[in-house]
C-alpha cells in the first residue's frame, strides 16, 4: 500500500486532478490497482451546476474507458452516456435506487465485469482523437461551405 505522499512523489498530477487516494496493489511494470473514494465536496463538482452536483460527463467516460462499470443517475446528460443494462446502469434519483444500483454490481460480479468491458468499448469506439479532428473537421468544412462570415477585418 503506498501512501498519499508516496503517490504524489509518483505522478505528476497534482489537486484537484490526483483522481487517486489509495494504491492497494501494485505488479511493478506492469499494473497497479487503487482507490478513489468521491464525494459531493470534490472541486469538480464546484461550479458545474452549482447547488446541484453532477459528475462531470469526461470523468464517467474516463471511468469507462479504464473498464470500470458506472453509475449514473437517469437524469440530464448522463443518459447520453450510459445505455442502462448496457454499459452500465441508471437510477431513478433517489437514495435506495442508487443503493440498489451499487448492491447488483457487489452481488454480481460478471454483470459488473460486463458492464466495464462495454464501457470501455463505447469509450474506445466514441472518444478517441481521431473521430474528434473527423468532427471538428466537418463543422469547419459546412462553415466554410455556408458562405456565411462572421470575420471582421479592415
Avoid: W
Avoid at 25 to 43: D, F, H, L, Q, W
Avoid at 130 to 154: C, D, F, K, M, Q
Wanted: charged share 25%; glycine share 10%; with cysteine.
Amino acid at each position: 500500500m503506498l501512501s498519499s505522499q508516496e503517490i504524489l512523489n509518483l505522478l505528476p498530477h497534482r489537486h484537484p486532478f490526483v483522481f487517486i487516494d489509495r494504491i492497494t496493489s501494485i505488479e511493478p511494470g506492469k499494473a497497479a490497482r487503487g482507490i478513489k473514494n468521491v464525494t459531493v465536496s470534490e472541486p469538480v463538482f464546484q461550479g458545474h451546476f452549482p447547488g446541484y452536483p453532477v459528475m462531470p460527463g469526461v470523468l464517467i467516460i474516463e471511468a469507462m474507458a479504464l473498464g470500470k462499470p458506472v453509475i449514473g443517475c437517469r437524469s440530464g446528460g448522463v443518459v447520453e452516456l450510459i445505455e442502462n443494462g448496457e454499459n452500465g446502469l441508471l437510477y431513478d434519483n433517489s437514495a435506495m435506487s442508487l443503493a440498489r444500483c451499487m448492491e447488483i454490481l457487489l452481488e454480481d460480479r460478471a454483470l459488473a465485469r460486463r458492464l466495464g468491458e462495454k464501457g470501455a468499448e463505447y469509450a474506445r469506439e466514441k472518444y478517441t482523437i481521431e473521430r474528434y479532428a473527423r468532427e471538428v473537421h466537418e463543422v469547419l468544412r459546412r462553415a466554410v461551405n455556408s458562405g456565411i462570415s462572421h470575420a471582421r477585418g479592415p
